[in-house]
């Protein structure tokens, strides 16, 4: 508040209080919601690096099988045992080159391609089995925090499932639901559907949690109150008003999600009840090259550090987008 | 806060019925044979003997009722049995024997009763994961508070990026590189846990040590990355509060502001999340255990599954959420006697 200066007639304290009215700077653009997100996120570095490393993983096992066009499966006995070229930099002698960049396994299968297959598994599987967990948990959250008679039963089931030991069932499941799967989908079908469908089923606690909370304190404020006077149903109002509303919450759990499926589906490769052997995937490549991780250590730490690099991108894309998303952070 | 408690109590137990129905209800869909590995001499209808010898062939629920009354009435028999026996701490009283020689679980694998298994096992588990979870909660913690007194400085950027990678880097990638590292390069550590080895002195007890560095190391990392990040959290909402300001207006010491007023009150959530954190202890890390070929639980429960010891399997899955019901009750008691605001009442 600026001090007012005494006006000298009446008519001059009107042209005051017109150029009170008036904007003494151009008006500028509505800022969108979404703008102010951006702004924020891009503040955080971590997570605007963890954003373009996933973008850019994501495309390259993508588009990778057409830049690197060499067969994942093929067999090449004559060239196996290939080391990375970057060992050619202190051995000049190492069999090594830049026709297979990241060096060849006991069988002659170039690796690089074999990471851009394997890596296409692993994302799929992370991507899809983050989207059920997704669905099934915004639903469940949905639902119990909107209508009261189903949240006493919903919560209680919420519950149940949380106390349940998780990584043994997830291996006792894939143990015992293989057989009937891969015979009906094929051996990688089969495998895919289960490994996807049980990561989903297991881990959309959370999310149900958090998206019940903010329905729950959503649902009081008037606004909806205004829409259900005006006559909206339950789902429009549930579509139009509730669920963009919560759409940060479960931003940031997609991020979480996403990070356990990549961790989780190589965890059960790694320990031998994931897809079948000669099927590539991250986990897969690394626990088979553990056998020979003296002589070959890239074998290990390539796909380790793919995993690893993927999930810590995830990690800080979810960290910025926490704080982009809060509103009370925003602009601080 | 008793009836609290008591109520939570009695809610437990339909919630580990169904969860027990759960874990059965999988199993009975489990295709494998007990029988698969008798030899093909043996003709069928012994083999059927010996499938009704293991109680299969009865109806489920006859199966479930009879585990029911095998897992919470026999084997609690023969535990107390074995406490008022030879155990040190009730050996005293009068020996009861309540046990006379009824059917106990029994391992399809061994023949032998699961929990004799799971009682042998336990000892290899709760040193290597529990000492772990140990030593990762003496270094999360004063990372935590110092970065969180110290927000934004380098401290805290270098601790938050080292937590991240804590949360990311998944055991089966971190346990190989270090037995690649310290095993395979260096030759400082064993690759192998070896569970045989007897501590008798000072040497015997450098090559125990020498070999619990990497499970150890490996396990408390994760648990690290953890506690440490719940620590900054807790203690930055804490730092802001007002009774902050009203202790350091009255002229205390910082160290006493920030290890005792806000230190205390951090903790709170904190040693909840310790004790949710608890099952996994007992719980075994499966894939740590699996890296470094420790026989413990998680590795238990593997060989279990690819056997097809479903007895076994149904056991231990159980036992998991016994633990795990019991440490969620466990939490919320400690939070609500930390906590003075907290009434559940």
């Known amino acids: 508040m600026t001090e007012q200066a005494v006006p000298a007639s009446p008519i001059e304290a009107d042209i005051e209080i017109f150029g009170a009215l008036t904007d003494k700077e151009p008006q500028k653009p509505p800022r969108s919601q979404w703008k102010d997100v951006w702004d924020q996120f891009r503040k955080h570095k971590g997570a605007v690096f963890g954003g373009g490393f996933l973008m850019f993983i994501t495309l390259g096992v993508i588009l990778g099988p057409w830049l690197w066009d060499a067969d994942p499966k093929a067999l090449d006995i004559r060239n196996k045992d290939w080391r990375p070229v970057y060992t050619l930099l202190w051995n000049a002698d190492a069999k090594a080159g830049w026709i297979h960049p990241f060096g060849t396994d006991q069988l002659g299968r170039d690796i690089l391609a074999q990471m851009i297959a394997g890596g296409r598994v692993s994302m799929a599987v992370g991507w899809l089995a983050m989207g059920l967990a997704l669905l099934i948990g915004t639903a469940i959250g949905v639902l119990s925090g909107y209508f009261k008679r189903l949240d006493f039963l919903m919560m209680r089931f919420t519950d149940l499932v949380l106390s349940l030991p998780i990584l043994p069932l997830t291996l006792l499941a894939v143990t015992l639901f293989r057989q009937p799967l891969n015979s009906r989908f094929g051996p990688e079908g089969g495998m895919f559907i289960l490994i996807v469908g049980i990561i989903g089923l297991t881990s959309w606690m959370q999310t149900a949690r958090i998206v019940r909370g903010d329905i729950l304190a959503l649902k009081e404020r008037e606004f909806i109150l205004a829409a259900r006077s005006i006559g909206t149903t339950s789902g429009k109002i549930i579509r139009r008003h509730l669920l963009p509303n919560v759409i940060s919450p479960i931003m940031v759990s997609a991020t979480l999600g996403l990070a356990t499926a990549i961790i989780t589906e190589s965890a059960l490769s790694f320990l031998g009840v994931g897809f079948p052997s000669d099927f590539p995937t991250w986990g897969k490549l690394l626990a088979d090259a553990v056998q020979r991780m003296q002589d070959f250590p890239e074998r290990v730490l390539l796909p380790g550090i793919a995993i690893s690099l993927t999930v810590l991108s995830v990690n800080y894309l979810g960290d910025g987008l926490r704080d982009a998303l809060d509103p009370r952070i925003r602009g601080r | ?345």
């Open chain 2, 1 to 345: 806060m008793l009836t609290f408690t008591f109520r939570r109590l009695i809610l437990s137990i339909p919630t580990l019925l169904f969860i027990s129905l759960v874990i059965f209800g999988l199993l009975q869909l489990a295709p494998g044979d007990p029988m698969a590995q008798v030899p093909l001499t043996v003709p069928p209808e012994v083999k059927q003997k010996m499938r009704e010898a293991l109680g299969l062939g009865a109806p489920w629920y006859v199966q479930y009722y009879k585990w029911l009354i095998q897992f919470f009435w026999i084997e609690p028999k023969i535990l107390i049995d074995y406490l008022t026996n030879s155990s040190l701490l009730l050996g005293w009283l009068p020996d009861t024997s309540f046990y006379n020689g009824e059917l106990r679980v029994i391992s399809w694998q061994t023949r032998s009763p699961v929990m004799d298994i799971v009682i042998q096992r336990m000892p290899q588990t709760l040193w290597v994961v529990g000492l772990s979870y140990i030593v990762g909660i003496v270094i999360a913690i004063p990372i935590g508070i110092y970065s969180a007194y110290r927000h934004y400085s380098v401290f805290d950027q270098a601790g938050t990026f080292i937590t991240m990678v804590g949360f990311s880097i998944p055991p089966f990638f971190t346990g190989p590189l270090l037995i690649v590292i310290f095993s395979v390069y260096l030759g400082w550590l064993p690759s192998i846990y070896d569970t045989t080895h007897v501590v008798t002195d000072w040497a015997s007890f450098k090559v125990q040590f020498y070999q619990m560095i990497m499970p150890v190391m490996v396990l408390a990392l994760q648990t690290t990355a953890q506690i440490s990040r719940y620590m900054r959290g807790a203690m930055l909402d804490n730092l802001n509060q007002d009774y902050v300001r009203t202790a350091r207006a009255k002229g205390l010491r910082e160290g006493v502001v920030v290890m005792v007023h806000v230190l205390r009150n951090s903790m709170i959530p904190v040693v909840t999340v310790i004790a949710l954190g608890m099952p996994a202890i007992f719980g075994g890390a499966i894939i740590t255990e699996n890296v470094f070929k420790v026989n413990g639980i998680g590795q238990l429960l593997l060989t279990a599954l690819f056997a097809n010891d479903l007895p076994m399997v149904m056991t231990l899955t159980f036992i998991f959420a016994i633990l795990i019901v019991l440490f969620n009750l466990i939490a919320d008691v400690l939070y609500g006697l930390l906590d003075p605001r907290i009434r559940y009442d």
